[in-house]
C-alpha cells in the first residue's frame, strides 16, 4: 500500500523547487545582465575617441532611464509615478549609480586599468560587507569559500596582477565606487519595496542620470575633452545603440531583478566572470584571441557560485518580484 504524503511534506518540497527555480532563474538573469554590460565595454572602443566620458556616460544614462521610465509606465500605467517615493528612489540612484560611476571614472585616471580591474574583482567583497552591516548576513564557510574562489576566478579572467597596480587615491575611489554600487543595489532591492523590479530600475537610474547630467554641465567650462558630444556615424551608429541602452538600462533591469532574488553578494559573484564575456565577444568579432587563462578564471568563478549556492547554506533570498 503506497503512503500518502501529508500536506506539510507537499508544501515543503513544493517550496524547495519553488526556490530552486528562483535562483536558477536569477542566475540566468545574471549572466545576461553581465552578458550585456560586456558589450558595452567594447561598444566603448569604437567611440572613447570621438566622445568625452563625461558627456557619453550621461548620455548613457539618460537614455536607458528615459527607456526605463517609459516601459514602467506604459507596462504599468502612469498612476504608479504618484505612488513613488521620489526624494528616496532619486537619492539612491544618484549616490550609489551616479557618484559610484563618477568614482570609478577618476579612480581608473588618477591609477591605472589594472587597479581598477583589481579593485573591481573585490565586488563580491563588497557585497559580503553590505550584507553583513544592514541585513546581518552571517558567513558560511561554503560562502567564505565561495567569495574566495569568485575573487580568484576574476583576477585570473582579468589578467591582473598587484605587481602592476598602482596603491594611491586612484585606487581608494575605486574601492569607495564599489561599495556604492554595493550599496545601491541593496537600496534599490530592499528600500523601494512598494515597487516593482522595472519599478525599482527606473527611478534609481534617473536618480544617477540627473546626477551626471549636473556634471556634465558644470564641467562644460573647464573640460572640454571630457564633455565633447561625438558624431555618430555609420560605423558608431551600433555600437552607440549597444552601448546607451542593452548595455546599461537592460542591463541593469536585469541586475536588479537577479539581486533582488539572490541579494548583492550572490548576484556580485557574476560580475566577475565579464572580462572573459568581453573576450568572446571581440573573438566573435574577430577583434582579440582566446586565453585559456581567462577560461580557467570563469570556471573558478562558476566553482564560486555553485558552491556559494548550496541550498543548505543560504540564508532567506528575498523574493520580491
Not at 538573469?29 to 554590460?37: D, E, I, K, N, V
Not at 574566495?148 to 587615491?169: C, I, P, Q, R
Not at 585559456?292 to 555553485?306: E, H, M, S, T, Y
Request: aromatic fraction near 10%.
Amino acid at each position: 500500500m503506497q503512503c500518502k504524503e501529508s500536506p506539510s511534506t507537499l508544501r515543503r518540497r513544493d517550496s524547495r523547487m519553488s526556490s530552486m527555480t528562483g535562483r536558477f532563474t536569477a542566475n540566468v538573469q545574471c549572466f545576461g545582465a553581465m552578458l550585456l554590460w560586456a558589450s558595452g565595454f567594447v561598444s566603448l572602443e569604437f567611440l572613447l575617441a570621438d566622445w568625452g566620458a563625461l558627456s557619453l556616460n550621461a548620455v548613457r544614462f539618460v537614455v536607458s532611464a528615459g527607456f526605463l521610465v517609459i516601459w514602467w509606465l506604459l507596462r504599468e500605467g502612469v498612476h504608479q509615478a504618484g505612488r513613488v517615493s521620489w526624494r528616496k528612489g532619486l537619492f539612491i540612484g544618484a549616490l550609489g549609480w551616479g557618484v559610484g560611476s563618477i568614482f570609478l571614472l577618476l579612480g581608473q585616471r588618477l591609477s591605472d586599468p589594472v587597479t581598477t580591474t583589481i579593485v573591481v574583482a573585490m565586488m563580491p567583497i563588497a557585497g559580503a560587507a553590505i550584507e553583513m552591516i544592514y541585513d546581518g548576513r552571517r558567513m558560511s564557510f561554503q560562502l567564505l569559500a565561495g567569495i574566495f574562489l569568485a575573487v580568484t576566478g576574476g583576477y585570473l579572467t582579468a589578467g591582473a596582477s598587484f605587481d602592476e597596480s598602482t596603491v594611491g587615491t586612484g585606487m581608494a575611489l575605486c574601492v569607495v565606487a564599489i561599495f556604492l554600487f554595493a550599496w545601491a543595489t541593496r537600496a534599490t532591492t530592499r528600500e523601494l519595496e512598494t515597487l516593482t523590479r522595472p519599478g525599482q530600475a527606473a527611478v534609481t537610474l534617473s536618480g544617477g542620470a540627473l546626477i551626471l547630467i549636473l556634471l556634465c554641465l558644470a564641467a562644460l567650462p573647464f573640460f572640454p575633452s571630457e564633455t565633447k558630444v561625438g558624431t555618430i556615424d555609420a560605423a558608431r551608429f551600433w555600437p552607440f545603440v549597444i552601448f546607451v541602452l542593452p548595455s546599461s538600462g537592460i542591463a541593469q533591469l536585469m541586475w536588479i531583478y537577479a539581486a533582488g532574488r539572490l541579494g548583492v553578494m550572490l548576484a556580485s559573484f557574476h560580475m566577475n566572470a565579464v572580462p572573459f564575456y568581453v573576450m568572446v565577444i571581440l573573438l566573435a568579432l574577430s577583434m582579440g584571441e582566446w586565453e585559456w587563462i581567462r577560461a580557467a578564471g570563469v570556471v573558478v568563478v562558476v566553482l564560486g557560485v555553485l558552491i556559494s549556492q548550496i541550498p543548505s547554506g543560504i540564508n532567506k533570498a528575498q523574493t520580491q518580484s
